[in-house]
Antibody
């Protein structure tokens, strides 16, 4: 079955770090454009980051310099390292796969909740 | 990058049609044909309904259609059904490997 399963969410204090994982099954992450999208409680969607097949990564201005997206091809898994977390980073984080030829996001994980609070 | 502008709510009766707008700028909606629309039911992950302005992924009913004029994209849902009640989000490529979403529209089927 083609699916994405996120893990690693939880409660973290402001200024802390967290690493999210996204395990893919039924397809190969390294030949797809993969992305993260987040959604604050009761709010809309916000794009976070993308990683291309080349390994190049790009970030939203709101997380640039604090978040790092990587992948482990041997494990077919994505990682989102989040540092210097702020209250405004509190959200459900979705791992997703987009089309390689356009920005339509065709496959979504179930999401993992990150709460930044003291 | 500023979010795209959507009306907060829309509604229609079963069988009617409803159109949701998504307004951006020349830097996003008006500059690229990479507008997508997503449906999100409460507590669920979003689902892609339209990509590249007007294309439907396999499995999406043809009651859903998309279009674009200038800096504004639109999603039309024809023949409204109760299961169409959900939040709808537009997105657009905004250049420089950035994606921007709209604020979302809550569609109510009366």
């Amino acid at each position: 079955e083609v699916q994405l399963v996120e893990s690693g969410g939880g409660l973290v204090q402001p200024g802390g770090s967290l690493r999210l994982s996204c395990a893919a099954s039924g397809f190969t992450v390294s030949v797809n454009y993969m992305t993260w999208v987040r959604q604050a409680p009761g709010k809309g969607l916000e794009w976070v980051s993308v990683i291309y097949t080349s390994g190049s990564t790009y970030y939203a201005d709101s997380v640039k310099g604090r978040f790092t997206l990587s992948r482990d091809d041997s494990k077919n898994t994505l990682y989102l390292q989040m540092n210097s977390l702020r209250a405004e980073d509190t959200a459900i984080y979705y791992c997703a796969r987009r089309y390689n030829t356009n920005w339509g996001i065709q496959l979504w994980g179930q999401g993992t909740l990150v709460t930044v609070s003291s | 990058q500023s979010a795209l502008t959507q009306p907060p709510s829309a509604s229609g009766s079963p069988g009617q049609s409803v159109t949701i707008s998504c307004t951006g700028s020349r830097s996003d909606v008006g500059g690229y044909n990479y507008v997508s629309w997503y449906q999100q039911h409460a507590g669920k992950a979003p689902k892609l309904m339209i990509y590249e302005v007007s294309k439907r992924p396999s499995g999406v009913p043809d009651r859903f259609s998309g279009s674009k004029s200038g800096n504004t994209a639109s999603l039309t849902v024809s023949g409204l059904q109760p299961e169409d009640e959900a939040d709808y989000y537009c997105s657009s490529y905004a250049g420089n490997n950035n994606l921007v979403f709209g604020g979302g529209t809550k569609l109510t089927v009366l």
